[in-house]
């Protein structure tokens, strides 16, 4: 939105601002804090983060050359604790779509890069793009993979929460676009849609999922 609008002419500066916390998240979609039970180990772990992004007409060295608006996807998943795999859907329209729409290859990405899928929603996105012809495993990259240990953290399928891809893009990935190490990456934020009744209901969860491509300018 804030690319949309500087490209608009609406302003010269937009800020786009964004943020997740453990616990008003965890109490509110998965189980009270001091409930203490058992998570599934398709459960994420949700980041206390923030992220805030200047987006103008100023030149930088780092740049918003495309997007991908996201459509809703619904695969009927209702497992309010396996977000991975209800978002999964989501990610694979939009980086399929973007490749389709750009005339781009996968190699023509250093990296492609999902916001938090976590390591069952990776798996499931593997195989939904192999079905559609195009393997990402060696550009793959998703925040809530690598925001947190796994194995020293115990934090299951990974991070998630709107602050996971925010402080992720802002610490590790636009460094590395900056400096030049990576040329173009696709980055696409994921996320899942339900509210703490509908999933309670028996309702769905779908997913969205927008693209956004970042380049290096020298």
Sequence with gaps: MSAMSVAAGYGDSMLAVTSSHFGSAEKEFRFPLGYANQRPLSAHWTVTGSGAFLVGTEKSHVRISGVTVGKIVDYGLKDSQNMGACMAPAAMDTITRNLEDFGRTVD???????????????????????????????????????????????????????????????????????????????????????????????????????????????
Excluded at 126 to 150: E, N, P, S, T
Excluded at 159 to 185: D, F, H, M, N, Q
């Design 108 to 218: 023509d990405y250093d990296r492609i890069i999902t916001g938090d899928l976590g390591y069952v929603g990776q798996d499931i996105l593997f195989d939904l793009m192999q079905d559609k012809g195009y393997d990402i495993r060696v550009r793959h990259m998703d925040c809530g993979m690598v925001i947190f240990d796994q194995k020293t953290q115990d934090t299951h399928a990974g991070g998630s929460g709107c602050g996971c891809a925010a402080v992720t893009l802002a610490s590790y990935i636009l460094p590395k676009i900056r400096s030049g190490e990576w040329k173009r990456v696709l980055f696409v934020p994921t996320g899942a849609l339900l509210s703490t009744v509908s999933f309670n209901e028996g309702a769905s969860v779908p997913g969205i999922a927008h693209g956004i491509v970042l380049e290096h300018v020298n």
